[in-house]
Nanobody, 121 residues
Framework: QVQLVESGGGLAQAGGSLRLSCAASGSIFRINRMAWYRQAPGKQRDLVAAQTSGGSTNYADSVKGRFTISRDNAKNTVYLQMNSLKPEDTAVYYC???????????????WGQGTQVTVSS
């Protein structure tokens, strides 16, 4: 099994910062892509940022220049540094990884439980 534990969400004022963390554990052989998604009430879940095992990143246009994704491969952890927060960033943020387990021959996708981020104006 693979478990993802997220932390770092909470309440911030517009213009402020928060840092999300997501630690993966379990029978993981290799993590390929690590990503963050978010879902606001009544809306679909959208990609915020992603990083490959080689370090390539991509961001949603709405967060470019404000958010930074990074990963610590030794700790199987991905981070999302969120600066210059806006009220429209309010959502539940989900960690997502593509990982190969020791017991399987294919890489699967796994989700965290989500962490609430609320930005007040």
């Amino acid at each position: 099994q693979v478990q993802l534990v997220e932390s770092g969400g909470g309440l911030a004022q517009a213009g402020g910062s928060l840092r999300l963390s997501c630690a993966a554990s379990g029978s993981i052989f290799r993590i390929n892509r690590m990503a963050w998604y978010r879902q606001a009430p009544g809306k679909q879940r959208d990609l915020v940022a992603a990083q490959t095992s080689g370090g390539s990143t991509n961001y949603a246009d709405s967060v470019k220049g404000r958010f930074t994704i990074s990963r610590d491969n030794a700790k199987n952890t991905v981070y999302l540094q969120m600066n210059s927060l806006k009220p429209e960033d309010t959502a539940v943020y989900y960690c997502n990884i593509n990982a190969l387990r020791y017991s399987t021959s294919y890489a699967g996708y796994y989700w965290g439980q989500g962490t609430q981020v609320t930005v007040s104006s």
